[in-house]
């Protein structure tokens, strides 16, 4: 088998972590049984089922439930040929800047939900292994170079919640930006209004604070660090499976 | 994938012969999953899983041939006791599963 095979190509976008599609007739006529095509989310498409007459459905169908992320079957010609679509998306992100009591909560919930977890912070005294044995990835740097290093893709949700402007700020102008799903920042209405005001000031654009979740998570009543954090997860989950949260006060230029 | 994945590629450094078996459809209660993978060798040994275990070794048995005919194959499996699926047992539903050499 080349280093080039159908396979090899597959292989290399799932340990990437990019969504791609493999699509394979499963029933049909025996040339045809097993023919394949891979259609990733971003990059060239390739397999000899792109040579048929219906290759047009068939991308159209992979993208559709790519987009659904499920894997199932659809029929072609006539129904006289079945296609299995292997729907692989990488695994969703966390990434939470701030090694604080809410983050440990977050990293319990977020776990069992499918979230690979990334703590983030430049205190090493604050990030130890000791307060956070649960979480996937530790990483002792500044949001702004941290967020960029463990990469922002578009099933990424980054949490940032040390209170502490010098802290926050960095990382959600890297994260803002960025195609992350979701992106919320911990603090009262009257901090949020400081930080639109300071983030403005420094050059950030009103459409990216506009989709900022803050203040952050479901208003639950939570106050302790397990509530806030059950609020702010149920947000993300929310958002991911794109409910509508209600409308948000748009930030003015 | 990604679970077997590791299985391939040590299977693959050994010279292997390899079967991929993948859930495409199910109805009813079915523990697994379209998409849901196991992978067979030319010794037999397998990864992974398609059902809550009840049909494994039936497909091993077809990944074996599948193996030798470079044929590859669709399997259904349905339940045999109707009962079964009301009492709600993991192996209750329906499943298709095809089954393929990896050599594309």
Redesign the interface.
């Known amino acids: 088998m080349s280093e080039s095979s159908l396979f090899a190509t597959f292989k290399s976008y799932i340990e990437q972590e990019q969504s791609v599609t493999l699509a394979t007739v499963v029933r049909g006529p025996d040339g045809l049984l097993g023919a394949k095509a891979l259609i990733p989310a971003n990059g060239p498409l390739l397999g000899p089922l792109l040579d048929t007459p219906w290759r047009d459905k068939l991308i159209r169908d992979a993208q559709l439930l790519m987009r659904e992320h499920s894997s199932a079957t659809r029929r072609y010609e006539d129904d006289s040929i079945e296609v299995f679509f292997d729907v692989n998306r990488p695994p969703s992100r966390l990434i939470i800047v701030g090694a604080v009591h809410i983050a440990d909560a977050l990293i319990h919930f977020a776990r069992p939900l499918g979230y690979k977890t990334y703590l983030v912070d430049p205190r090493t005294a604050f990030a130890t292994p000791e307060r956070f044995p649960h979480v996937d990835a530790m990483v002792h740097a500044w949001g702004d170079e941290a967020l960029p290093q463990i990469g922002l893709n578009s099933e990424t949700a980054v949490v940032v919640i040390t209170h502490d402007p010098k802290l926050d700020d960095p990382a959600l102008k890297v994260a803002l930006p960025s195609p992350a799903f979701y992106v919320g920042a911990l603090g009262s209405p009257k901090t949020h209004a400081q930080r639109v005001e300071r983030l403005l000031g420094e050059g950030l654009a009103p459409e990216h604070l506009n989709r900022l979740h803050a203040p952050i998570g479901l208003d639950i009543g939570g106050r302790t660090p397990a509530e806030i954090a059950l609020s702010i997860i149920a947000e993300i989950v929310a958002v991911h499976n794109d409910v509508q949260l209600g409308e948000r006060l748009p930030v003015s230029g | 994938?990604?679970d077997v994945?590791e299985h391939i590629e040590n299977w693959?450094a050994e010279g292997r012969q390899i079967a991929v078996a993948?859930v495409?459809?199910t109805w009813g209660s079915s523990p697994r999953?379209?998409?849901s993978k196991m992978v067979v060798n030319d010794k037999g040994e397998m990864f992974g899983s398609v059902s809550g275990g009840c049909v494994e070794g039936a497909v091993v048995q077809e990944a074996l041939q599948v193996l030798s005919s470079g044929?590859?194959k669709?399997l259904h499996f349905g339940v045999a006791d109707e009962m079964a699926w009301e009492v709600g047992l993991a192996c209750g539903g329906t499943i298709?599963v095809?089954v393929?050499r990896?050599?594309?």
């Open positions: 994938m990604k994945l693959q993948t495409t459809q999953g379209p998409g044929r590859p669709l298709e095809f393929e990896l050599d594309w």
